[in-house]
């Protein structure tokens, strides 16, 4: 059964950092990429960043890019996403995911996590 679980949400300024984490059970880790998502109140899930299974390539959404960066740590079967100057904008639920291939669209997807609320007060 494959399990993904965030942490790392909470409450910040407009202008914080926080990091993400999302640990992954059930599935063969290195040979997935791992991205994570956000849904604001009333808005549609969108992409936020994906990762290759080595780490060796990233993308990012246009309004994250220069903010957020993704990492991963095979070894520990954990993805995070460590989010800098932070805006009132980017409160939402944020959500990981896993595939066997690079990932934009979330309704390809068939593995995430329960979500790590984030909001950002300005």
């Known amino acids: 059964q494959v399990q993904l679980v965030e942490s790392g949400g909470g409450l910040v300024q407009a202008g914080g950092s926080l990091r993400l984490s999302c640990v992954a059970s059930g599935l063969p880790f290195n040979n997935y990429a791992m991205g994570w998502f956000r849904q604001a109140p009333g808005k549609e899930r969108e992409f936020v960043a994906v990762?290759?299974?080595?780490?060796?390539?990233?993308y990012y959404a246009d309004s994250v890019t220069g903010r957020y960066t993704i990492a991963r740590d095979n070894a520990k079967n954990t993805v995070y996403l460590q989010v800098n100057s932070l805006k009132p904008e980017d409160t939402a639920v944020y959500y990981c995911a896993a595939a066997p291939f690079l990932f934009r669209d979330h309704r390809n997807l068939e593995h995430w996590g329960q979500g790590t609320r984030v909001t950002v007060s300005s």
């Open positions: 990762i290759s299974w080595s780490g060796g390539s990233t």
